[in-house]
């Protein structure tokens, strides 16, 4: 019979539910576990990527839970931001995009649509839908500490933060160049952006070449190579302007007007041009004064930056194969006025000297990669790669005046320095990775803006104690630390501040409302005073800055401070109370998109404003969720939101689902075929679980056997894998473990006692093999899967929630190698003999084991014991044998064995000779003769035993002598 998911999962959500298990107050007596994940923008529902990160946290949180710990795990709603804002707009217009998007994959019902033109309706709807969710999932949730950022309480907290950072001077003011919507008005960042990109800006060097009177401005990342410039590239396809810039007179692409402006620049369009009109004209180069013909090139894109572009193709691979081309077809270059004999004199100038490259590292690069024309694709990486050359090994050659023999590096920059303080060029801010579009449809450009606030993250102290604050912490998984290193070094100042969108205003500055990466970086500590503002109503303007100051900082009189703030004193002193309790953060999970920006941030606010003590302990950062094998994507419509997901697979499939298949970093592959086998696998563990609970057994006292202790003591090693694969949320392992790697060898185990589980007296010493099993099995996977755990937990007669039982140990004590090792040589012994039927295809009658000699064994555990600190050599180790006498009498017959053997002992791992070697010799004999009636059933013959030099020993084909220890031999009849 189906399992009945939905009603299992139900019934134990309610019974937590009622029972406040997942409520945490502070308890002296307890240790602490305060665990979060990043709290949701509710601008659309959770899917099953969510689910995974979401998921993730509460399996930790469960575990911590198990493992004795008071665990708080809170959840509250990111309303901050444009979003929403950006959602409504689109909604007005009557995208149709937008509305298919909520009504088709979202599934919100057309009533609520239409309250969709209020942006925070959108906000509240999403934020019941995704709450909703997270229940029918399981999460366990201390709901009591929920809240938004746009409630009133928290506004004024996120207020203290701010000023805060003010008064520790990590708050600046200033004209920086930031991503921007021109629609919205406002900066952008990666959560602004379609497909969250965040917009990285560049600094272009613009040189200004001559061209009758007017500049041709070529926009540069490589100012040091202006010394090699051939030629100029403009495309004869674009529109151009001749244009007044600020006080000068340029030529640049139509398109860059609007960007220059935005650069508060002063830009007047005086006419445009084709950009054929310009081709064949001459420029004059503003290091060497020499003429420089201008030339076609399609590569040159109006859009970045001045669309006006300097050839250098010694070292530039797009100038090298676009003026291969044109050599090719100078012929065309007629219509322009452009003679054959100029473009034969075009000759790439090499003016860096790179080890290991010719001149013309860029000739070479092309060649090397095989690129044949300016489009193709390949050109940024070879691009990319002789910079990387140059900029590292290269050093400028004579042809460069005064900064010849200079590294590139310092080069670049002198040049740059000195060509802007002369007038002869300029710089430009561009986008490099356009297009960014925002989440309006609008592409973002860069702008200048005025007087905007930032938060410093450029200062070097500060930085210092984020690295201090970031070696102290586990990371997880490990690998991800210089990754994080690399975000704090990198950061610069970042603008923190909109002119819309919800959030709190900045409390120096009302017309500011602090943007959304800004305001999500130490609420952690909010969720620890959240349930008293919620129990005793207290108001915004009672939390005042002295409020906070004490409870976060125990600055003041608890006394003074609760008088002034019109509160009562024991409430304050609660409010402290629990937040030192808490505090500080233990563990902090998201996925991997936040590395470079919010846990980043993180690290460095808690440092600005918590004492060292206060800092985050633990990161831990997962990787997505693809359908199918392919990334989710509204475009391909496999989104599927977690709701959805639950209803088709149930709640428990769906969280075993999605952290099964992949380790922290790895990419998850979640598919309904994977899903279903999941449901299939855990309704068998139920079924056994139900089986195992309704067997009973009569007789008391039932005696462990060889094969008992056999299983008990694997089980210990399963629980111990488990254990530390949890401990290091590596939940795949864990599961493998707990579930997989457990089954198999529960089935070795019900193969061998087949026979016995009948015979009363074997029946109760079973049945509490079992009954061992589950019980650690359900409190192992009760993290990842409570609800069917919780219902097993029932069934088997426990009293109270699985939820809150302590995890299984590994007692090491129950380890029984002795047993493990009878036990392998059981079932080598069954799979070499099936080995050897299969291979004569004889139907055995009677199979005659004949298990190794004494003197074997010795010689076997001597060779082993010397093997474990050198390599056996044969020769050094038959005299170290034939100092013991015994052995000596037998010289011929040992020396034979010897060599046998010490190959394999040679190539042994280390721990299987550690094993056999604790056991110091295994009784084979009696080992195989205890277990003759499973051999007789499994092999459907009679099964002897004997010892290799038993006199009574039958054996007509004298096969026991090829007997030795751990591989007895074989005589099938
Ligand atoms: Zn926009």
């Not at 990342?221 to 090699?228: A, D, I, S």
């Not at 300016?374 to 990319?384: I, M, V």
């Not at 002369?422 to 860069?446: D, F, S």
């Not at 993250?457 to 604050?469: F, V």
Request: include cysteine; charged fraction near 30%.
């Amino acid at each position: 019979m189906p399992v009945d998911w939905e009603k299992i999962e139900e019934k134990w959500q309610k019974a937590w539910e009622k029972a406040r298990i997942f409520e945490a107050d502070p308890d002296p007596k307890k240790p602490k576990y305060f665990i979060t994940v990043a709290y949701p923008y509710p601008n659309s529902p959770q899917h099953i990527g969510h689910g995974r990160t979401y998921t993730l946290a509460d399996v930790h949180a469960r575990y911590m839970r198990m493992r004795g710990y008071n665990v708080l795990f809170p959840m509250a709603f990111h309303y901050t931001g444009t979003p929403v804002l950006a959602m409504t707009k689109r909604l007005k217009e009557k995208d149709k995009e937008l509305i298919d998007t909520f009504v088709h994959i979202y599934k919100v019902p057309r009533e609520a649509l239409k309250n969709f033109v209020d942006p925070l309706k959108i906000a509240q709807y999403f934020h019941q839908e995704i709450k909703a969710g997270m229940k029918r999932i399981g999460y366990s949730i201390d709901w009591r500490r929920e809240f938004t950022t746009i409630d009133p309480q928290y506004n004024r907290f996120i207020e203290w933060q701010f000023k805060k950072l003010r008064e520790a001077r990590f708050i600046s003011q200033g004209s920086h160049p930031v991503g921007w919507c021109p629609s919205d008005g406002n900066p952008v960042g990666q959560h602004d952006t379609q497909g969250d990109v965040e917009p990285e800006i560049e600094e272009f060097t613009l040189i200004k070449f001559d061209y009758d009177g007017y500049f041709l401005p070529a926009a540069t990342l490589r100012p040091e190579t202006v010394f090699g410039v051939t030629n100029m590239w403009l495309n004869p396809e674009v529109e151009y302007v001749k244009a007044r810039v600020d006080n000068e007179q340029w030529i640049i692409s139509k398109e860059s007007v609007e960007k220059l402006r935005y650069l508060n620049r002063k830009v007047e369009v005086v006419e445009s041009l084709s950009g054929k009109e310009l081709i064949g004209g001459k420029i004059k180069s503003p290091v060497s004064n020499e003429e420089i013909l201008i030339l076609p090139a399609d590569f040159v894109d109006p859009k970045n930056a001045t669309g006006v572009v300097m050839s250098v193709p010694a070292h530039a691979p797009y100038d090298y194969i676009a003026l291969e081309g044109v050599k090719k077809e100078a012929s065309k270059l007629e219509e322009y006025g452009i003679t054959q004999e100029a473009i034969d004199k075009l000759k790439p100038i090499s003016i860096i000297a790179v080890p290991k490259y010719s001149p013309y590292p860029a000739a070479d690069v092309v060649k090397d990669m095989n690129i044949q024309n300016q489009l193709d694709p390949s050109l940024e990486k070879a691009t990319r790669e002789v910079y990387r050359h140059e900029f590292h090994n290269g050093r400028m050659k004579e042809n460069t005046g005064e900064y010849v023999g200079l590294p590139v590096a310092e080069a670049k920059e002198r040049v740059k320095e000195n060509l802007i303080k002369t007038g002869k060029a300029e710089t430009m801010y561009e986008l490099i990775n356009k297009p960014v579009i925002c989440r309006c449809g609008t592409e973002c450009v860069v702008k200048i803006f005025q007087d905007q606030w930032f938060i410093n993250y450029g200062d070097p102290e500060w930085k210092a104690m984020a690295h201090k604050c970031l070696s102290n912490m586990e990371i997880l998984p490990e690998e991800l630390r210089p990754e994080f290193n690399y975000v704090i070094d990198w950061l610069h100042e970042k603008a923190c501040a909109r002119k819309a969108g919800l959030g709190t205003k900045l409390p120096w500055d009302p017309e500011w409302i602090i943007e959304s990466l800004s305001d999500s970086v130490i609420y952690m500590a909010y969720y620890t005073i959240m349930k008293h503002i919620h129990n005793h109503n207290i108001q915004p303007d009672q939390l005042t800055d002295a409020v906070f100051n004490y409870i976060f900082l125990g600055v003041g009189q608890p006394n003074e401070v609760a008088k002034e703030a019109g509160l009562n004193q024991k409430v304050l002193e609660q409010m402290r109370n629990e937040f030192s309790y808490f505090y500080p953060l233990d563990s902090r999970h998201s996925g991997r998109d936040l590395v470079s920006n919010h846990l980043t941030f993180m690290i460095f606010i808690h440092t600005a404003i918590f004492p060292e003590t206060l800092w985050p302990c633990q990161i831990v950062v997962n990787g997505s969720v693809l359908m199918e094998g392919q990334k989710m994507s509204k475009s391909l419509g496999n989104i599927i939101p977690l709701r959805e997901a639950i209803k088709m697979f149930g709640a428990d499939p769906l969280r075993f689902a999605v952290l099964a298949t992949s380790e922290l970093l790895q990419d998850a592959d979640f598919s309904s075929t994977l899903a279903r086998s999941v449901r299939d696998r855990l309704e068998r563990f139920y079924r056994f679980a139900i089986e195992t609970v309704q067997a009973q057994a009569n007789v008391k006292d039932g005696k462990l056997t060889l094969t008992d202790r056999w299983m008990l003591s694997r089980l210990q090693e399963h629980i111990k894998t488990a254990t530390e694969s949890m401990d290091k949320l590596m939940v795949r392992k864990a599961i493998h473990s707990a579930l997989y790697a457990l089954d198999q060898d529960f089935q070795w185990y019900l193969r061998r006692i087949a026979e016995e589980k009948e015979v009363p007296k074997r029946k109760s010493a079973i049945t509490e093999v079992f009954n061992e099993i589950l019980d650690a099995q359900v409190r192992m996977l009760a993290p990842i899967i409570p609800h069917i755990c919780e219902e097993i937990w029932g069934k088997m007669g426990k009293k109270g929630f699985v939820s809150l039982v302590e995890w299984p140990k590994c007692e090491e004590a129950r380890f029984d190698i002795a047993a493990e090792e009878g036990e392998t040589l059981v079932r080598s012994v069954l799979d070499d003999t099936l080995n050897i039927i299969k291979a004569t295809k004889i139907t055995p009658k009677r199979i005659n084991y004949y298990v190794a000699a004494p003197w074997k064994w010795k010689v076997y555990l001597k060779s082993l014991e010397k093997s474990v600190s050198e390599r056996i050599v044969l020769s050094d180790h038959m005299k170290e044998l034939m100092t013991n006498p015994d052995l000596k009498k037998m010289a011929e017959k040992v020396a034979r064995f010897t060599r046998q053997i010490i190959d394999e002992i040679n190539q042994m791992p280390d721990d299987k000779k550690s094993r056999q070697l604790q056991v110091k010799g295994l009784n084979e004999y009696q080992t195989l003769k205890e277990t003759k009636s499973f051999f007789e059933k499994e092999l459907n013959a009679e099964v002897h035993v004997y010892s290799e030099e038993d006199p009574q020993c039958h054996d007509p084909k004298k096969k026991s002598a090829l007997a030795r220890p751990y591989r007895p031999a074989i005589y099938i009849e």
